[in-house]
């Protein structure tokens, strides 16, 4: 359960009918404690190149890092790519076409330890009527329940629509 990091659990067992006569009823009944083990996740996401252009590429990069206590175990990272962009590459995750989502399954990490991500995208040429920014979000989540996101939100400098004409004179 995500929330219980760091508290103790108590698993007891107990002797409650036997058909014969106990000799030592002292033993009946043993207790054992679990700590349930906590971590800390860190995710921080940036961009290469704000504010975008658009028909620009864009490079975002996803770094997650562990603060401790314990060592992250079953990471996963998961990037929808922004509406209004066409995904490039993304080395290391599994892009899935149908949904937008790009899927790093980074596994363990230890205590201390980052990782790097980078996923790249074209902003669309032409963007729609009133769209002026991009907003891309990564989440990171692990086996003991942490779950943490990090955003990027971008202006898009609109392209310039220069149109030439020309009349003979005369």
């Known amino acids: 359960d995500g929330g219980t990091g760091g508290d103790t659990i108590t698993n007891t067992a107990t002797v409650t009918?036997?058909?014969?006569?106990?000799?030592?009823a002292g033993n009946d009944t043993e207790d054992?404690?679990?700590?349930?083990?906590?971590?800390?996740?860190?995710?921080?996401?940036?961009?290469?190149?704000?504010?975008?252009?658009?028909?620009?590429?864009?490079?975002?990069?996803?770094?997650?890092?562990t603060n401790g206590p314990n060592d992250a175990t079953g990471v996963v990272v998961t990037d929808v790519i922004p509406a209004n962009t066409t995904w490039v590459s993304s080395p290391g995750g599994a892009y899935n076409p149908g949904t937008g989502e790009i899927?790093?399954?980074?596994?363990?990490?230890?205590?201390g330890l980052s990782t790097t991500l980078t996923a790249?995208?074209?902003?669309?040429n032409p963007l729609p009527a009133g769209i002026t920014g991009i907003t891309n979000?990564?989440?990171?989540?692990d086996?003991?329940?942490?779950?943490?996101?990090?955003?990027d939100v971008d202006t898009v400098n609109a392209a310039v629509n220069l149109q030439i004409s020309k009349s003979p004179s005369g």
């Open 103 to 111: 899927v790093w399954n980074i596994g363990g990490l230890a205590n």
């Open 137 to 141: 979000t990564a989440t990171v989540v």
């Open 120 to 124: 790249t995208v074209i902003v669309d």
């Open 17 to 24: 009918d036997v058909d014969q006569a106990d000799s030592n």
């Open 143 to 151: 086996d003991i329940g942490g779950s943490v996101t990090a955003q």
């Open 32 to 65: 054992e404690d679990l700590v349930v083990q906590s971590v800390d996740i860190q995710v921080v996401k940036t961009v290469d190149d704000g504010p975008p252009n658009e028909g620009g590429t864009v490079n975002y990069t996803v770094t997650v890092s």
